[in-house]
């Protein structure tokens, strides 16, 4: 009997958890359209902001919250819909979704260290005060970490407005301060096809001037769905960060201890002297030999892992993202991203380790 195959990308999407699925099953049961002025109606209604009390109070947010689909709609809400006309500035290392919303966006360069540059952010907003700004929190393909507190504070002394895609960090790391954050469900444990925009002040949008959401989007509300959002954030209304995350700190470490022994090189630097990094995330290059080499072999090994974001990695097109830190063409198609999540266990992450020592031991002798 083969052995189980295990699964590391968690980046793209993470497991249902069993809280969510439980959580939909039930809604399916009994579902009825929460605009509805019947009891059926008055009873979902009451199940969806109940779920959305919940989802606040489990992230922390004491502001509004729109449903949406996912991170996606919620950049495209956040960065097309505002009250009034603004420049847009946007990170060099944003995810596709957010970088395609706005064709006139001000790029701000990052460094090798994948942070944003502080002197060219700082004459950026001073050239376009007032200016819309999107920053990752955790970028999708790195997991490193912005500083939001430091980028906050420019923004804030120029009159602008600032949208954080938490995607990969909400539920996992405290919210980072920021007038629009957009969340998605299936990075959490949740399903796919549901997500939120975190708002600060609802005067910064412009609403549709009808639909669902207060007006801010259209379409019937999905339910089952919003309820297993909500179960999968239940253990966070603690206010602690989940206990596997802390686990995954030190099995990180570990595993780039054997990486860094086989000759892979953490993009951005390791854990301890690196740049910071939600330990759900990284990437890797092995110098000599492809990331699609690597992902043939770890995928015959049992292994799933991936390269780059799951909106690109099936594209030729080199990453923008580790085009933005410096790496050359060549390089950036030797790195490959690994990904935990909830269901991860330390036996998977050491099974990694050693097929990935035994991938790089391969390399060498070749």
């Not at 969806?48 to 989802?55: K, M, N």
């Not at 954050?181 to 949740?190: D, M």
Request: aromatic share 4%; with cysteine.
């Amino acid at each position: 009997m083969s052995a189980p195959r295990i699964y590391l990308d968690h980046a793209a999407t993470t497991p249902l958890s069993t809280a969510a699925r439980e959580a939909m099953a039930d809604a399916l049961g009994r579902w009825a359209n929460p605009s509805s002025p019947h009891a059926e109606g008055r009873a979902a209604r009451a199940a969806l902001e109940g779920a959305r009390s919940r989802i606040k109070a489990a992230l922390g947010w004491t502001h509004d919250l729109i449903f949406t689909s996912g991170t996606t709609e919620s950049a495209q809400i956040a960065l097309t819909r505002q009250s009034r006309e603004r420049p847009c500035i946007v990170s060099a290392v944003e995810h596709a979704s957010v970088l395609r919303q706005r064709a006139d966006a001000i790029v701000a360069p990052v460094g090798a260290d994948g942070l944003v540059e502080p002197l060219a952010f700082g004459a950026l907003m001073h050239a376009h005060p007032q200016a819309l700004v999107a920053i990752q929190h955790g970028n999708s393909e790195t997991g490193i970490l912005q500083r939001i507190d430091e980028i906050v504070e420019v923004v804030d002394a120029a009159g602008g407005v600032l949208f954080v895609d938490c995607a990969q960090t909400a539920g996992k790391l405290p919210l980072p301060p920021a007038d629009l954050i957009a969340v998605s469900a299936h990075k959490l444990g949740g399903p796919p096809g549901i997500g939120a925009l975190l708002v600060r002040d609802m005067g910064i949008l412009a609403p549709l001037g009808g639909g669902q959401e207060r007006g801010y989007r259209a379409g019937t509300e999905n339910l089952p769905a919003i309820l297993g959002f909500a179960a999968a954030l239940d253990p966070a209304l603690a206010g602690a960060q989940p206990p596997w995350l802390l686990e995954q700190i030190e099995w990180r470490l570990a595993l780039e201890t054997t990486i860094a022994r086989s000759g892979g090189l953490p993009v951005g630097g390791d854990l301890l002297g690196g740049t910071a990094r939600t330990p759900t995330i990284a990437a890797y290059r092995l110098p000599g030999m492809s990331a699609e080499a690597q992902l043939i072999r770890l995928d015959a090994a049992g292994f799933a892992v991936s390269a780059g974001s799951a909106c690109s990695s099936g594209s030729l097109h080199t990453s923008h993202v580790l085009g933005a830190m410096g790496l050359t063409e060549a390089e950036a198609r030797e790195v490959i991203r690994v990904s935990f999540g909830w269901s991860t266990t330390r036996a998977e992450v050491e099974a990694f380790a050693a097929a990935y020592a035994q991938m790089a031991g391969g390399r060498r002798s070749a």
